[in-house]
């Protein structure tokens, strides 16, 4: 497990890091936090620390972004499971085939699909302490 407090969204490169230095092989990264924690934005950041040039935005509606990498073989898919009303969608868009493809899964809501996310799934959480600050915990 490892902490780490921001004080302004200038930091957030280091929380990036350490999400995917902490990685240790897994591919499902759960996001946990309330609505405008800094899911989203946390993600972007992830995406710029990968170098990726795409546009990183919540698939609210969509369930699911694909984004590229600097690698440019690298596939990073950005799931958001808000808006779903029946577990039954996330089966009906093949989550399995994401999930276990071995690239990398960026989850927001996880809370809605736990009992469908790998064992080994990295969880972070984010905690809002005020406007600018805020705990991450990842585990």
């Not at 779903?84 to 996330?90: A, L």
Request: hydrophobic share 40%; proline share 3%.
């Amino acid at each position: 497990m490892k902490e780490l407090k921001i004080s302004s969204l200038d930091e957030l490169k280091s929380v990036a890091e350490a999400v995917i230095e902490s990685l240790d092989g897994r591919n499902v990264v759960a996001f946990c936090g309330t609505m405008g924690a800094g899911k989203t934005t946390l993600i972007s950041a992830i995406m710029e620390y990968l170098g990726s040039d795409d546009t990183v935005t919540s698939p609210t509606f969509a369930l699911v972004n694909q984004y590229g990498t600097a690698a440019g073989d690298t596939v990073v898919y950005h799931f958001d499971f808000y808006r779903i009303n029946r577990i039954e969608e996330v089966f009906d868009m093949g989550y399995e085939e994401y999930f276990y493809s071995g690239d990398l899964c960026l989850i927001e809501w996880p809370e809605l699909i736990e009992d469908l996310l790998p064992e080994d799934a990295m969880v972070v959480r984010i905690e809002v302490l005020s406007p600018t600050e805020r705990n991450f915990t990842i585990i």
